[in-house]
């Protein structure tokens, strides 16, 4: 199964990032999660949307090519950061690449929220007519307090949440094999 993964932070030390690329490797053997480099895509510009840079037409084709997409992100100001939300828009116009595309959301905070607020928009801009992205239901990951839930080489290490992620990933796979 192909996972299209959308991390919405562009942070060098990204706790999102982090939490990513912990999951590709902790569940390589169901699922290829496939980072998608949202930093090469520019500012949308709807002038230039019936004519996108190249970048834009690979992420469209490697999001076409996915069984699924994960979404990984922060909260910045009770919303999604500007970053995905660029993402967001370029993938929603001219081609509906998103469309019925089973998603599984996960939000990494330092505080105690873990990004709720920030998973309540993001859960209603991927059920948009333009993106019309379908979220898995339940299954609510916010991992709040999290700078301890990392060790020092940056590999999440909580073991109640690596748990419950554990169960998470296996109810997305058998969602998403049940919609597909
Ligand atoms: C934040 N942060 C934050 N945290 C939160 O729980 N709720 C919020 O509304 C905000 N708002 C916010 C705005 C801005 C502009 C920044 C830079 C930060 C803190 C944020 O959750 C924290 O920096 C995370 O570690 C960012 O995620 P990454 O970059 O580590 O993945």
């Known amino acids: 199964m192909k996972i ?3 991390v919405g932070s562009n942070r060098k030390d990204s706790l999102n990032k982090k939490l990513t690329l912990f999951m590709q490797e902790r569940y390589q053997e169901k699922v290829e999660i496939d980072i998608l480099p949202l930093e090469k895509l520019p500012m949308y510009n709807q002038d230039n949307e019936l004519d996108p840079p190249e970048i834009v037409k690979e992420i469209r084709t490697k999001i076409l090519e996915s069984d699924g997409l994960l979404f990984a992100t922060p909260e910045y100001n009770h919303s999604i950061p500007a970053f995905l939300k660029n993402a967001l ?8 690449v998103m469309l019925n ?4 959301i996960v939000g990494v905070s330092a505080g105690v ?3 709720a607020k920030a998973q309540m928009h993001l859960r209603q801009i991927l059920n948009s007519g333009g993106i019309g992205a379908v979220t898995l239901p339940g299954n609510e990951v916010f991992i709040g307090s999290a700078l301890d839930k990392f060790n020092e080489s940056g590999t999440f290490t909580h073991e109640q949440t690596i748990d ?10 058998g969602w998403v094999n049940k919609v597909k």
Do not use: C, H
Request: aromatic letters at 18%; a negative charge; glycine letters at 4%.
């Open 4 to 6: 299209a993964a959308f």
């Open 113 to 115: 929220l873990g990004t």
């Open 164 to 173: 419950f992620l554990d169960q998470v990933v296996e109810n997305y796979i």
């Open 101 to 104: 595309k089973p998603a599984m």
């Open 89 to 96: 828009d370029w993938f929603s116009r001219i081609e509906k």
